[in-house]
C-alpha cells in the first residue's frame, strides 16, 4: 500500500526558512515521481512542484519557482519541500502527491496524498 | 491557458439518490480528466481518471463521462460518507483543479 506520511504543523513568522517532509513507503521511491499540491481556502487546489527521485528531474508550477524548492533524500524515501523566506500568503494547507502519467510532460493526475501540513505564517 | 469551471457550487441530495456534478474545460482535454473527493478535514482522492475509470477501491456507484470539453462526476445510490467536496482536474497541459462541488446529503 503506497503511505506519504508528513511532517507536522508549523507556525512561523513572515521572512523565516521553512522545510516540511514527507515520507514514501509502500512503493520504489525512484521509479515515481512525487511532489507538491497546495490548497488554499481562497485559490483552490493548485500544484507547486514535482521531482523524480530517480535523477532528481524537476518541474515547478510557473506561479511558483523561485518561491519554493522541492528535494528528495532517495536513501531516506522523503521528499521535501522548502521555503527560504515565507510571507504571510504562504498560508495554506500542504500535500505531498504521487503524480501518475506522463509526469515529465505535464500530463499527471494524482493518486496517493499525504495527510497534508498546515503552515501558517504570522 | 484552460480554465476549470464546475457546477453547481453545491448540490443537496436525498440519500439512496443521485447527484450529477459538471466540470467544464475552456479548451479540448481530450478524456485528460480526473476527479477526486475530498471529505472534511481530509485530504482528496482519487476517484475517477482518464474521464471515466474508477481508481482502485472506489465503488462502482461512482461513474465518470465525457470528452472534450464537458465531463460528468455521477455518484448514484449516494450514501451518507458521500457528503464532501469533488473536485476536477485536468491534466492535457499540466495540472489544473476546478473550484469544486460540494455535495450534501439531505
Known amino acids: 500500500e503506497v503511505q506519504l506520511v508528513q511532517s507536522g504543523a508549523e507556525r512561523k513568522k513572515p521572512g523565516e526558512s521553512l522545510r516540511i517532509s514527507c515520507k514514501a513507503s509502500?512503493?520504489?521511491?525512484?521509479?515515481?515521481?512525487i511532489g507538491w499540491v497546495r490548497q488554499k481556502p481562497e485559490k483552490g487546489l493548485e500544484w507547486l512542484a514535482i521531482?523524480?527521485?530517480?535523477?532528481?528531474?524537476?518541474r515547478y508550477n510557473p506561479s511558483f519557482r523561485g518561491q519554493v524548492t522541492i528535494a528528495a533524500d532517495t536513501s531516506l524515501t522523503t521528499a521535501y519541500l522548502h521555503w527560504s523566506d515565507l510571507e504571510a500568503s504562504d498560508t495554506a494547507m500542504y500535500y505531498c502527491?504521487?503524480?501518475?502519467?506522463?509526469?515529465?510532460?505535464?500530463?499527471?493526475?494524482?493518486?496517493?496524498w499525504g495527510q497534508g501540513t498546515l503552515i501558517t505564517v504570522s | 491557458e484552460i480554465v476549470m469551471t464546475q457546477s453547481p457550487a453545491t448540490l443537496s441530495v436525498s440519500p439512496g439518490g443521485r447527484a450529477t456534478l459538471f466540470c467544464r474545460a475552456s479548451?479540448?482535454?481530450?478524456?485528460?480528466l480526473a476527479w477526486y473527493q475530498q471529505r472534511p478535514g481530509q485530504p482528496p482522492r482519487l476517484l475517477i481518471y482518464?474521464?471515466?475509470r474508477r481508481a482502485a477501491g472506489v465503488p462502482d456507484r461512482f461513474s465518470g463521462s465525457g470528452s472534450g470539453t464537458a465531463f460528468t462526476l455521477t455518484i448514484s445510490n449516494l450514501q451518507s460518507e458521500d457528503s464532501a467536496v469533488y473536485f476536477c482536474?485536468?491534466?492535457?497541459?499540466?495540472?489544473?483543479f476546478g473550484g469544486g462541488t460540494k455535495v450534501e446529503i439531505k
Open positions: 521531482m523524480y527521485p530517480g535523477d532528481s528531474e524537476t
Open positions: 479548451q479540448s482535454i481530450s478524456r485528460n
Open positions: 482518464w474521464a471515466s
Open positions: 482536474q485536468q491534466y492535457n497541459n499540466w495540472p489544473l
Open positions: 502527491v504521487r503524480p501518475t502519467g506522463i509526469a515529465g510532460e505535464g500530463t499527471y493526475y494524482f493518486d496517493s
Open positions: 509502500g512503493y520504489t521511491f525512484t521509479k515515481y515521481w
